[in-house]
């Protein structure tokens, strides 16, 4: 599985396994197809993967995905970008092909979740 992590999505999920876990936990990360908007996620910090899931390590942290999420974030670079209206996860998906329904020339490659 390949899956790339900016210096910023990895400082958000040391800090959250920092405030909500203790040493060994993981950060549940659930990807869903968003249709035109590409992928939303949900996330938390847990002490094991659940039924179905399956541990990913990078470098220390350890992320616990689910089969779905697993094949949507396969190639994925995940990001995490905080603005003064909103935060969230960035997908930086090179695979993903325009929709048809942008109603400008080119569409974004990168989803906010």
Known sequence: MNIAFTPAAEKFIRRMLKFDGKPGYG???????GGCSGM?????VQAAPGDGEKLFEHGDLKLFLPAQSRLLLDGVTID????ATSSGFVFIDPKKKNCGCSTTDTASESVTA
């Open 27 to 33: 950060f549940r990360l659930m990807v869903s197809p």
């Open 40 to 44: 939303s996620a949900e996330f938390g």
């Open 80 to 83: 995490f970008a905080e603005t």
